[in-house]
Every structure is written in structure tokens, then in C-alpha cells.
């Protein structure tokens, strides 16, 4: 059996977790760290944690206070449960300036036109099927905080 490092042990339950271990991220865990990305927002006005990684799945909490990059992901499904504020999903369309690998099957773009926007509030729910690209809007001077579940097309 492979010894670990102590220290090591301290932060994995924030990035791997194994395949059955059991979760829990309890409304006040996920407020407090919902505070934390607050003030570390990025120039892409987002910020993220992931808040485990099970190697074939993975749980993030993501805050946004403007529109997000549009991205598509050919192999990966998304699903995301609204905790606070609104914006809206704008899924389908065509990306502008699309770059990314085939290899990896993810690509973000500078623009998404022509695609159904959806409103979106806490509560809310979404699957976001693999393949179709989809980005977040978020009107001025909002935010909107959800966490995503990602998993590979096709349960595998």
C-alpha cells in the first residue's frame, strides 16, 4: 500500500476524492465558500472551486458577475444547479472565433449567435448536453452562483 504525505492528506478531500467516498456540502459550507470566490473573481469575471474530483466525474461551484465565454465540450456533459442570483444560458447557435483541440473535444469562442437563451434563477436546474455550445449571461451589476456536475458523454 503507497504511504501518503500528511500534509498531502489536508487538501485532498478539495481536489480528488475516491470513487465512493461520500459527500456532503452542507447550504452553509457551500455560502461560505461562495463568500471566498467572491473576492477572487477573475479578469474573465468568474471564479471557481472545484469542489471534488471523482476522475469520471467532477463538482465545481462557479460565481460570475458578467457574461461568460461561450464553450462547448464534445465529450463532457454538464448539469447546473442555480444557488444565487440570475442570469441566463444561451445554449446552441455558432461560436465565433471557436478554437480548441479535436484531441480533447473543448473549445471556447469569443461569441455565440443565433442560440435560445433561457432565463435562469435559483433553484433552477440544467442539463447541458455534450456537443452543444453555451454560454453564461449574467445582466450588469448581477451574479450568478451554481454548482456544475461534469461527466463524460455517454456515462463513461
Known amino acids: 500500500m503507497m504511504r501518503l504525505c500528511p500534509f498531502l492528506l489536508l487538501f485532498a478531500p478539495s481536489f480528488a476524492a475516491e470513487e465512493s467516498s461520500f459527500a456532503l ?5 457551500i455560502e461560505q465558500r461562495e463568500a471566498k470566490l467572491v473576492k477572487t473573481v ?6 471557481r472551486e472545484t469542489l471534488a474530483d471523482y476522475g469520471d466525474h467532477r463538482f465545481r461551484l462557479l460565481y460570475r458577475d458578467a457574461d ?3 464553450e462547448e465540450h464534445d465529450k463532457i456533459v454538464d448539469v447546473v444547479m442555480v444557488r ?20 480533447t473535444g473543448e473549445y471556447l469562442g469569443t461569441g455565440l449567435a443565433g442560440g435560445e437563451v433561457h432565463p435562469l434563477t435559483v433553484g433552477d436546474i440544467v442539463h447541458i448536453p455534450a456537443g ?3 454560454s453564461f449571461l449574467v445582466p450588469a451589476g448581477q451574479h450568478i452562483t451554481y454548482v456544475l456536475l461534469k461527466f463524460p458523454r ?3
Open 25 to 29: 456540502w452542507t447550504t452553509s459550507a
Open 154 to 156: 455517454g456515462g463513461h
Open 42 to 47: 477573475a479578469a474573465d469575471h468568474s471564479s
Open 68 to 70: 461568460g465565454f461561450p
Open 132 to 134: 452543444i455550445p453555451h
Open 84 to 103: 444565487s442570483g440570475e442570469g441566463a444560458l444561451m445554449l446552441g447557435g455558432t461560436m465565433s472565433s471557436k478554437k480548441g483541440s479535436a484531441a
